[in-house]
């Protein structure tokens, strides 16, 4: 059955920090990935997208991600942290019936 | 351009009530999708609506339903509330006839079964 994995649920950095949070899924077929983000108090909005070509993604606000197919991973990326990335990130992976949510990492950044 | 919109905000029921949740997409937008969000099981899809035709459908039992019309706004009909059904529901709208492709969310229905 398809999957889709965030294995770190909470993840606590400090400003200028790097992030990387962790995304797997299980699916044999054609897949496009996401990840979105909900800040406190806000709708969830997309970050950035994988469908096809480059498997380095650019979204946006510094954000960025690595489709590893041979690893079935979408890692999201961010060099250095801001107090204003404070939020909840979702891995959400969609073949072409359906779309799976990982269950959110939340990351809080300390001033 | 509006955001996408649900109404009602919050909703109180009894069990074995039936409830309808309402959602109005971005002007333009022909796909909506719904969603369930709860703490122990995060963001499951419901089902996905294009052009008043239900394209896809995730694993939940009959007891929820929905429809489009010809504005492209949408509602989600539940059944027979169960307390298991208290959540967070999500309404997403795409501007692309691609399924889920940069989907734009709503704040949600806070669904409250007692």
């Known amino acids: 059955a398809q999957s889709v994995s965030q294995h770190n649920h909470h993840v606590i950095l400090s400003e200028a920090a790097s992030l990387e949070l962790g995304c797997n899924y299980s699916?044999?077929?054609?897949?496009?990935l996401f990840w979105y983000v909900q800040y406190p108090g806000q709708h969830l909005q997309l970050l950035l997208k994988?469908?096809?070509?480059?498997?380095l993604v650019k979204g946006i606000k510094g954000f960025e991600a690595e489709f590893i197919k041979s690893k079935f991973s979408f890692n999201l990326r961010k060099p250095s942290v801001q107090w204003s990335d404070t939020a909840e990130y979702f891995c959400?992976?969609?073949?072409?019936?359906?779309?799976?949510f990982g269950s959110g990492t939340r990351l809080s950044i300390r001033p | 351009k509006a955001g996408v919109t649900q109404t009602p905000r919050y909703l109180i029921k009894t069990r074995g009530q039936q409830v309808t949740l309402s959602c109005s997409p971005i002007s333009g937008h022909r796909s909506v999708s719904w969603y369930q969000q709860t703490p122990g099981q995060g963001l499951q899809f419901l089902f996905e609506?294009?052009?008043?035709?239900?394209?896809n459908k995730g694993n939940f039992p009959g007891r929820f339903s929905g429809r489009q019309f010809s504005n492209s706004r949408s509602e989600m009909n539940v059944s027979t509330l169960e307390l298991g059904d208290s959540a967070l529901y999500l309404c997403?709208?795409?501007?692309?006839?691609?399924?889920?492709?940069?989907?734009?969310f709503g704040p949600g229905t806070r669904l409250t079964v007692l």
């Open positions: 699916y044999g077929g054609t897949v496009n």
């Open positions: 997403a709208s795409s501007g692309d006839s691609a399924s889920y492709n940069e989907q734009f």
């Open positions: 609506y294009f052009s008043e035709t239900q394209r």
């Open positions: 994988y469908f096809s070509g480059d498997p």
């Open positions: 959400a992976v969609s073949s072409a019936s359906k779309i799976i």
